[in-house]
């Protein structure tokens, strides 16, 4: 049975993925402030005069106003900018968070900017007080957000991997521990951050090095890992995939379809398509008809619908193009329209509000 996440949880997990190349932008180390000089890392992510500034100006505004206040201010500072930038500055100020009131700022990181806020916050403060506060931060994270706790475990995961090494031993402790986790989520919670942190390395900043393919296996660690965490990993595989393959969108959702293909367990084999769909929003330029378009190229008739599946609730996710997501799901047959719709994570009723 196909997992349906919440819908709070998805926007996270489906900006995250839109908002990668902007988040990598983003310094979480605490020794490095300013971007290497040259770079365009600053146009791809904040429009601002320099990282140092934007640190100094929240630690400037947590000390004058108190943390709650200031991440008020912060917000609405935010509130009319692009969606990248959003994320990439509430990374900023999740950090300075961390290091001006410590673990007590987990209460001030809500959903906003994709959950970006919780998302640094967790990995520095896993990163500096160690697993043992992992259970305590996973606890806050569902009493502060309860059913859309979601987003807020998957940063967790992102920390726990960050913290432990990228080696697959530390990839097997790291699910290990998120497994131990009460209220998680299997697919796309603490899970789902751990696969992500080990593809693409989004904590350590510019630092990080997106996995590389290696012996021509593109199924790494997928058929690796414990048989239960199979398909959390098979859904997050399409999102490394369309990093590592040197192809166009059309030829790259051919070539990941014929990979799914291959996949022999019925349940790894559907959320490896679903998650092919979660990566067609950006793909396909939030256009519905080419997004329908690149999941039909899978010869797959049961993983093109699944792909839809994935869409439909990646456009429900995203605010601007909610209004049409269901449409991801026209043109097929009745059955496999119900289908599409069924296994969406678009609440019933919810899309043309």
């Known amino acids: 049975m196909i997992k349906k996440f919440s819908a709070y949880g998805l926007k996270y997990i489906v900006l995250t993925s839109f908002l990668f190349l902007v988040t990598v932008s983003v310094v979480l180390n605490l020794s490095i402030l300013t971007p290497t000089e040259g770079s365009n890392q600053v146009s791809r992510g904040l429009l601002l005069e320099s990282f140092t500034g934007e640190h100094k100006k929240w630690a400037q505004e947590i000390a004058q106003f108190g943390a709650e206040q200031a991440y008020s201010n912060f917000k609405k500072t935010y509130q009319d900018t692009n969606p990248a930038s959003q994320h990439a500055a509430a990374h900023i100020f999740g950090q300075v968070l961390y290091v001006k009131v410590g673990l007590s700022g987990a209460t001030i990181c809500d959903e906003s900017f994709a959950f970006g806020c919780f998302h640094s916050f967790l990995a520095n403060a896993i990163q500096a007080e160690g697993m043992g506060v992992i259970k305590n931060l996973n606890e806050q994270c569902i009493a502060k957000l309860k059913s859309q706790a979601l987003g807020c475990q998957h940063g967790i995961g992102h920390g726990i991997l960050a913290s432990t090494g990228y080696e697959f031993a530390n990839l097997a402790n790291a699910l290990e521990i998120c497994d131990s986790l009460p209220a998680n989520d299997p697919i796309g919670g603490c899970l789902g951050g751990v696969f992500m942190e080990y593809n693409l390395q989004t904590t350590l900043g510019v630092k990080g090095r997106t996995r590389l393919v290696e012996n021509n296996d593109y199924f790494y660690p997928c058929r690796s890992v414990a048989g239960k965490y199979g398909p959390a990993c098979f859904y997050w595989q399409a999102q490394w995939w369309r990093s590592v393959l040197q192809e166009d969108s059309e030829q790259q959702y051919t ?29 396909s330029g939030w256009e519905v008809e080419k997004a329908r378009t690149l999941c039909d190229l899978l010869t797959n008739t049961e993983g093109a619908v699944l792909c839809r599946s994935g869409g439909a609730g990646v456009f429900y996710a995203e605010p601007t193009v909610r209004k049409v997501a269901l449409e991801l799901c026209e043109g097929l047959e009745s059955a496999q329209r119900q289908v599409c719709i069924g296994r969406s994570s678009v609440p019933e009723g919810a899309t043309r509000e």
């Open 255 to 283: 070539t990941m379809g014929k990979f799914c293909d291959q996949v022999t367990k019925t349940d790894e084999r559907e959320q490896c398509f679903v998650g092919i769909g979660n990566e067609v929003g950006s793909a």
